[in-house]
């Protein structure tokens, strides 16, 4: 189910809530917590926790009913018609608010951590070329992509880095 919800068409892709979505769909009593997280992807728990709240407060997951008092368990929702209806909407509130984020506590990273790459461009593309230019950042994405269910794959020093593409024409005014 989530693999329709994240990567169906030009959406873009938050590799963390991606990985917890993908994580959650895959559980055999279908609930996880952060700490459960962390360790299957390799992460921290306090990044999990808050990829966990924010993925909720968008209606994608709920919590569900503690077994011991002082876990907090996450499932996906009971109701899934609710979230299949806007998760391009979704998906972009999320970005923004990462991105948000990211800027608000840029100067708390490691020195070698606080520059980022994100630019904007108007270029003057076919519907061809531009399905064209958005398969290109897909492939040269997906050579990443086993880094996240995998840690012996990443590199010393490497983080989750939030990736956002967003292609679309720019309609007159």
Request: some cysteine.
């Amino acid at each position: 189910m989530t693999e329709d919800l994240v990567r169906t068409g030009p959406l873009p892709e938050h590799a963390v809530r991606t990985a917890l979505l993908d994580l959650l769909a895959e559980r055999e009593h279908g609930t996880v917590t952060s700490t459960e997280a962390a360790a299957r992807l390799g992460l921290s728990s306090g990044l999990c926790s808050f990829h966990l709240r924010q993925l909720a407060r968008y209606g994608l997951i709920e919590e569900a009913p503690a077994t011991d008092g002082r876990a907090r368990p996450w499932r996906l929702p009971t109701q899934p018609d609710a979230v299949e209806g806007g998760f391009g909407e979704l998906a972009r509130g999320l970005e923004d608010e990462s991105y948000q984020h990211w800027l608000a506590r840029r100067a708390e990273a490691p020195a070698e951590w606080r520059q980022d790459e994100a630019f904007s461009a108007v270029v003057y593309l076919t519907p061809e070329e531009l399905a064209a230019v958005g398969e290109e950042v897909r492939r040269t994405l997906a050579r990443y992509r086993g880094r996240e269910t995998d840690p012996a794959a990443r590199p010393a020093g490497a983080r989750p880095v939030a990736a956002v593409t967003r292609l679309f024409p720019l309609l007159d005014q």
